[in-house]
């Protein structure tokens, strides 16, 4: 069936570095994506999002890119700080009839070492 | 502005009692409503939703159900609960054309 999917589990990365956490989808259908952050404890926190005609979108030290070929996103994170240590998810939403299917992956944690 | 309730924010239950977790929305009017449950270092499975009062969906067969009485009420029950209901319920809402969900603080319901 449809799934979305992340390659890495967990990301180390030191702090000041840039992070790159990436995500894998299935249903060349969805109308576009979100990457959320979800913090020890807490709901998820909408990051960004991109709409499926679109190949990148920058945000505030966010960064995401579509690569729809391939049937991947990406989630680039810059100059990491430890407040951005948190789960993070990508979803894909599949809008019809005014309703919005999201589908979530398993998330990636990230780990920003000091 | 919107805000977003559930509660309670934790819970111990028995096998096989019932459950009642409640979400509420404020500062919105007519929203898709969802619940979702997290099981522990798992990504996040949609349960239920609901476009409208008394209009539920459910995308996973399992023991438990959803109400929505009241326009920005949403309400996940189960009349007897399994060891595999443990986990982090979380509730969320988004405007019938908007793309971003609103997540709750979520519930965190261990089965005993």
């Known amino acids: 069936g449809e799934s979305v999917g992340l390659h890495l589990p967990t990301l180390s990365v030191q702090e000041g570095d840039n992070s790159i956490i990436n995500c894998a989808y299935s249903n060349s259908a969805s109308d576009y994506f979100i990457w959320y952050k979800q913090e020890s404890g807490k709901g998820p926190q909408f990051i960004i999002d991109i709409r499926s005609n679109m190949d990148k979108r920058q945000g505030q030290r966010v960064t995401v890119l579509l690569n729809k070929t391939v049937k991947h996103l990406s989630l680039q994170i810059a100059a990491t700080q430890p407040g951005d240590s948190a789960v993070y998810f990508c979803?894909?939403?599949?809008?019809?009839?005014?309703?919005?299917?999201?589908?979530f992956g398993t998330g990636t944690k990230l780990q920003v070492i000091p | 502005s919107q805000t977003i309730h559930q509660w309670p924010a934790t819970l111990v239950q028995p096998v096989g009692s019932p459950l009642s977790l409640e979400c509420t929305v404020e500062g919105t009017s007519n929203p898709n409503l969802y619940w979702y449950r997290q099981a522990a270092g798992r990504g996040l499975q949609l349960l239920f939703y609901s476009v409208g009062i008394g209009q539920i969906s459910s995308e996973v067969p399992q023991n438990l159900s959803a109400s929505r009485p009241q326009d920005r009420q949403f309400i996940l029950s189960s009349k007897k609960l399994l060891l595999s209901d443990s986990g982090f319920y979380l509730c969320?809402?988004?405007?019938?054309?908007?793309?971003?969900?609103?997540f709750g603080p979520g519930t965190r319901l261990t089965v005993t």
């Open positions: 969320a809402w988004s405007e019938g054309t908007g793309r971003e969900q609103y």
């Open positions: 979803a894909e939403i599949l809008i019809s009839g005014g309703y919005q299917k999201v589908t």
